[in-house]
C-alpha cells in the first residue's frame, strides 16, 4: 500500500482545508484508514478514522464537531475536511492504513501498517 497526503498549506483561523490521502497498491476497499497529525515538539496524535467501507468514523474530541473524514472508494481517497481551524491545528498531517484489522476504525499508531509522507497545515491567527 502506497500512501499520498496532499492539500495542506497556510491559512488563517477560522478557514477551512481538505485533505486528500490517495491510496495505491492493495484494493482499497479492503482497510481502514486513519488521520494523524504532529505539531512541532509533540507527539504524534490521533485525529480521525474511517473504516473500510465508510460506514464507520471515529474522530478525537478536539476535532469531532469540526473535521469530517470520508472515502470514496472509486476514486481510492480518503478525505479530511477541515472547518473552523484554530492555531492548536498547526501540524503535519498524516495518512496512514490500517489493513489488519476488522471492526472499529482503529485510533492507535500500532494498529497502522502503512504510512504516508504528511502534508502541513499551519493556521495563523
Known amino acids: 500500500v502506497q500512501l499520498q497526503a496532499s492539500g495542506g498549506g497556510l491559512v488563517q483561523a477560522g478557514a477551512s482545508l481538505r485533505l486528500s490521502c490517495a491510496a495505491s497498491?492493495?484494493?482499497?476497499?479492503?482497510?481502514?484508514v486513519g488521520w494523524f497529525r504532529q505539531a512541532p515538539g509533540k507527539e504524534r496524535e490521533f485525529v480521525a478514522a474511517i473504516t473500510w467501507s465508510g460506514g464507520g468514523t471515529r474522530y478525537a474530541v478536539s476535532v469531532k464537531v469540526r473535521f469530517t473524514i470520508s472515502r470514496d472508494n472509486a476514486m481510492n481517497t480518503v478525505y479530511l475536511q477541515m472547518n473552523s481551524l484554530k492555531p492548536e491545528d498547526t501540524a503535519i498531517y498524516y495518512c496512514?492504513?490500517?489493513?489488519?484489522?476488522?471492526?472499529?476504525?482503529?485510533?492507535?499508531?500500532?494498529?497502522?501498517?502503512?504510512w504516508g509522507q504528511g502534508t502541513q497545515v499551519t493556521v495563523s491567527s
Open positions: 496512514a492504513a490500517d489493513t489488519t484489522h476488522w471492526g472499529p476504525p482503529a485510533q492507535r499508531e500500532k494498529e497502522y501498517d502503512y
Open positions: 497498491g492493495r484494493t482499497f476497499s479492503t482497510y481502514g
